[in-house]
C-alpha cells in the first residue's frame, strides 16, 4: 500500500465516500462535497484524488449496471476499505489530541 497520510482534501473525499454508503459515485461525491463545503469543487479533482486513494488501498470500487438513463453508461461506486477506515479514524484522533491540548483560557479570550 501506497502512502497514508491524508491531505484535507483526501480526508473529505474520504469521509464524503462513507456518508453516502452505496450511492458514492464521483458525481454524487462531488456535489456532496460542494455542498458541504460551500467550494466549488471540479468533477476531474474528484476523479484524480479518488483513484489516490483507491492506489493508497483506502477505497476500493466496482461498476453498477448500465442505465438508460446514463445512456447504457454504468457508475463507478466507491466503498472504504478497512485501512481507509483506519486513516479516518487515526486522522479524527489525531485532530481530537491536538484540540484536547488548546488550553481553555485561550477560547475564552476570543
Keep these: 500500500m501506497k502512502g497514508t497520510n491524508l491531505g484535507e482534501f483526501e480526508e473529505l473525499v474520504l469521509l464524503t465516500v462513507a456518508a453516502l454508503l452505496e450511492e458514492a459515485y464521483s458525481v454524487a461525491i462531488c456535489d456532496e462535497l460542494s455542498a458541504h463545503t460551500g467550494r466549488t469543487v471540479k468533477l ?24 438508460k438513463a446514463r445512456g447504457g453508461k454504468r457508475k463507478r461506486f466507491y466503498q472504504l476499505t478497512a485501512a481507509g477506515k483506519a486513516a479516518l479514524v487515526h486522522a479524527k484522533s489525531l485532530r481530537d489530541q491536538l484540540w484536547d491540548r488548546i488550553p481553555s483560557l485561550v477560547w475564552k479570550k476570543i
Excluded at 479533482?45 to 448500465?66: C, D, P, Q, T, Y
Aim: charged share 30%; no cysteine.
Design 44 to 67: 476531474g479533482v474528484v476523479h484524480a484524488v479518488l483513484n489516490r486513494l483507491e492506489e493508497k488501498g483506502l477505497l476500493k470500487s466496482e461498476l453498477g449496471e448500465a442505465t
